[in-house]
């Protein structure tokens, strides 16, 4: 089944960057919105950043700021640059996209943990 691959995460120190990146496995026909979202230890899993077709994005107030979201369209790759991180940060982030059949598409996690 097609889905999305995160990869990028990894341990950072506080204050550190990292640049999260996500990309199909397989044919996807027509990606509408994607996003980023978010899940820590013992909390709901929020989103923190979207991008649309057309390069609109908005984000969670939480990462407003620090964080960036692109797209590249002809490869439905999407980013997250995440800067000034704080142990907050911490949580497995996961991918996400919408075709136009509003049909979802997820990754499979990746963890970022900010830590001394």
């Known amino acids: 089944q097609v889905q999305l691959v995160e990869s990028g995460g990894g341990s950072v120190q506080p204050g550190g960057s990292l640049r999260l990146s996500c990309a199909p496995s397989?044919?996807?026909?027509?990606?509408?919105?994607m996003a980023w979202y978010r899940q820590a230890p013992g909390k709901q899993r929020e989103m923190v950043a979207m991008?649309?077709?057309?390069?609109?994005?908005m984000y969670a107030d939480s990462v407003k700021g620090r964080y960036t979201i692109s797209r590249d369209n002809a490869q439905n790759t999407i980013y997250l640059q995440m800067n000034s991180l704080t142990p907050e940060d911490t949580a497995v982030y996961y991918c996400?996209?919408?075709?136009?059949?509003?049909?979802?598409?997820w990754g499979q996690g990746t963890q970022v943990t900010v830590s001394s």
């Open positions: 991008v649309t077709r057309g390069g609109g994005t």
């Open positions: 996400a996209a919408e075709d136009l059949w509003k049909r979802n598409y």
């Open positions: 397989g044919r996807i026909a027509s990606i509408t919105d």
